[in-house]
């Protein structure tokens, strides 16, 4: 049974730098396809980034330049976020997901519907 846990939420300036981390428990292999979600009260969730198995990544527009996705050399440790130049409008809840059908449904991308794991979410607060 696979879960992912995010981890690294809080409180963070507008204009400063945070990190976020997604951690697996009962994986056994890496994923074809890693994201980044964010929901904020009111709006639909939306994609933040998206890494495949070859280190290929995409990006929301909002976020393009700002933020960086990366896989960890850390078995366990999947994911991370890193996040610059925060803005208040980045304030939202945060998930992970992994799904290793995209192979076959259209790719690795932000605008990709996530069928496989979620994590549970970590909040980010920009203020």
């Known amino acids: 049974h696979v879960q992912l846990v995010e981890s690294g939420g809080g409180s963070v300036q507008a204009g400063g730098t945070h990190r976020l981390s997604c951690t697996a428990s009962g994986y056994t292999s890496s994923s074809y396809c890693m994201g980044w979600f964010r929901q904020a009260p009111g709006k639909e969730r939306e994609g933040v980034a998206t890494i495949d198995k070859d280190g290929k990544t995409t990006y929301a527009e909002s976020v393009k330049g700002r933020f960086t996705i990366s896989r960890d050399k850390n078995p366990n440790t999947l994911l991370r976020l890193e996040m610059n130049s925060l803005e208040p409008e980045d304030t939202a809840m945060y998930y992970c997901?992994?799904?290793?059908?995209?192979?076959?449904?259209?790719?690795?991308?932000?605008?990709?519907?996530?069928?496989?794991?979620w994590g549970q979410g970590t909040q980010v607060t920009v203020s």
């Open positions: 997901a992994t799904d290793s059908s995209l192979i076959a449904r259209g790719g690795c991308s932000v605008l990709a519907e996530f069928l496989g794991t």
